[in-house]
Nanobody
């Protein structure tokens, strides 16, 4: 069984940085894509950044130039380097991993969410 564990959120002042991470573990055969989403109460969950297995990336316009997604394939871990944080970045961030396991076939999992608060 595949599991995700997120960490690295927290409180930071405007202009500061955070680097949440999301580690996948279990019977993973391959990972197709790893992504970060965020969701503010009352709004739809939105894609922040994604990275496919070949290394191609995609970013929301609101974070381009400030956020960088990266991946450690050996650890099946995805990171989101968040720089120049703004108060409007405050919300819960969720990782999403799509892949294939040895015993379950294709899977898509969501992390438990990590709260990022940008405030002075």
């Amino acid at each position: 069984q595949v599991q995700l564990v997120e960490s690295g959120g927290g409180l930071v002042q405007p202009g500061g940085s955070l680097r949440p991470s999301c580690a996948a573990s279990g019977s993973i055969f391959s990972i197709y894509a790893m992504s970060w989403y965020r969701q503010t109460p009352g709004k739809k969950r939105e894609l922040v950044a994604s990275m496919r297995s070949g290394g191609s990336t995609n970013y929301a316009d609101s974070v381009k130039g400030r956020f960088t997604i990266s991946r450690d394939n050996a650890k099946n871990t995805v990171y989101l380097q968040m720089n120049s944080l703004k108060p409007e970045d405050t919300t819960v961030y969720y990782c999403n991993v799509q892949g294939r396991s040895y015993f379950q076939g294709n899977f898509e999992l969501w992390g438990q969410g990590t709260l990022v608060t940008v405030s002075s």
